[in-house]
DNA sequence: CCTGGATAGTTACGTTTGAAACCAAAGTCA
DNA sequence: TGACTTTGGTTTCAAACGTAACTATCCAGG
């Protein structure tokens, strides 16, 4: 047996490559990082931008706070994307008659147009990182992915 | 058929909530933050310093560039948190004699004793998070997820 | 040797970030 | 009606970040 192992650190098996908040994180930046390539260069928008005009071409008219929830983002990180692709012409603001704190926000002609681009080279993308897959992995992927969100929600560590 | 629609966004099947990207980045962000809450408030480090940690307790003597290698960090990144340790008693400088500019970081008794109480909860996290999927998914898991940071390295967009 | 790259690591600097404070418009309730 | 709270959104401020510049050492080729 080894000599006095007290204080060095124990035998624990913990691989980070095999840790998987490790490999989601560094998976999910390359990931990021590849598609980022694609738009942000070229169109000169980052990631926060590019959820929310996703998010709006899904909904032709939204609200920040829904943007934000739709798109997991906070609302401080909403309102940044917004001013920018609003100051950029992209998107206007439709104030709400009936709540004058919120404002719908639409895509302006420019802006559709912008994301009438880049949406099928986002597509395409994706397209070539799943014909990666095979058809079961990439079901069980997502359906992994789904309890991991879930279910991790839920584990807020209780109380020693 | 609808009316012109020359303009407004293509019904472009581009659902956020269905997006790989998006998906992989919102999955690892909630297990990332599910698992930095069990370390950050209570051992006050945060992810950098984790990841060093981690890899330290994994290769006792390791230097800075192969830490950077190890958990995907800059040099920048690692350095700081490596000073950060340093700076707490965590982690020490052992100098290569044969090459002065690096030198081999070694985890500090206290660090070790640190390490040993953080090693075990995070594999306690992990394990509840894996235990929510079945061992084929899990299994699925890991190799799509090494597919995707293969792969997708590659994926260097052609040029046009 | 010694001169011109490389390489490990740090520092400087401008940008991005999130928590908390803030503002204005809605709701609540008495 | 008029306080008090809540809510959508913005601003402030300090921390975290990455790129690029820098320092110090090492390694070739001449």
Redo the contacts with the bound molecule.
């Keep these: 047996m080894p000599a006095t192992d007290a204080v060095s650190p124990e035998r624990t098996p913990l691989k980070l490559a095999a840790f998987l908040p490790y490999r989601l994180n560094v998976a999910a930046a390359i990931v990021s990082d590849g598609l980022a390539r694609i738009y942000s260069r070229r169109f000169g928008i980052?990631?926060?931008e590019w959820r929310v005009l996703a998010t709006m071409g899904e909904f032709q008219s939204i609200?920040?706070?829904?943007?934000?929830l739709h798109s997991h983002?906070?609302?401080?990180?909403?309102?940044?994307?917004?001013?920018s692709l609003?100051a950029r012409g992209l998107i206007r603001?439709s104030p709400?008659?009936?709540?004058?704190?919120?404002?719908?926000?639409v895509l302006t002609p420019e802006g559709a147009r912008l994301y009438g681009e880049i949406a099928p080279l986002a597509l395409a993308y994706v397209e070539r990182l799943e014909s990666t897959l095979s058809p079961s992995e990439l079901e069980t992927l997502n359906a992994v992915l789904e309890k991991l969100m879930r279910r991790t929600q839920e584990l807020d560590d209780p109380p020693a």
Aim: glycine share 12%; net charge positive.
């Design positions: 980052g990631v926060p609200t920040g706070k829904a943007i934000g983002m906070g609302k401080v990180k909403v309102s940044r994307a917004v001013a609003e603001r709400n008659e009936d709540d004058m704190r919120e404002a719908f926000l």
